[in-house]
């Protein structure tokens, strides 16, 4: 069973700053696209930035110039680094592994939670 260990999530103010963490095992980082989704009650998940070996990214419309993705191939990790964080941010994150830039792998974190508060 691949393991996905998420971290970073938590509340934060409008406007403040947040930082996730995803270690994923070796064999499984070093292929395809990591990357990180959202989803909220009743809403479907969805990509919010991906990342792939080639260091090439894609960003949902909605974060792009607020959110950074990047990865440690030394510590099999990728992070997500929210800035100017909205109300709407508000939901649980999810790390994916082994997907491509667009469409997600079979892979899935366990979910952190990122409340934003006015």
């Known amino acids: 069973q691949v393991q996905l260990v998420e971290s970073g999530g938590g509340t934060v103010q409008a406007g403040g700053s947040l930082r996730l963490s995803c270690a994923a095992p070796?064999?499984?980082?070093?292929?395809?696209?990591m990357g990180w989704y959202r989803q909220g009650p009743g809403k479907q998940r969805e990509l919010v930035a991906t990342?792939?070996?080639?260091?090439?990214?894609n960003y949902a419309d909605s974060v792009k110039g607020r959110f950074t993705i990047s990865r440690d191939n030394a510590k099999n990790t990728v992070y997500l680094q929210m800035n100017s964080l909205k109300l709407v941010d508000t939901d649980t994150y999810y790390c994916?592994?082994?997907?491509?830039?667009?469409?997600?792998?079979?892979?899935w974190g366990q979910g952190t939670q990122v409340t934003v508060s006015s």
């Open positions: 994916n592994a082994d997907g491509l830039l667009r469409y997600p792998g079979p892979y």
């Open positions: 070796g064999s499984i980082f070093s292929r395809n696209a």
């Open positions: 990342i792939n070996s080639y260091l090439d990214t």
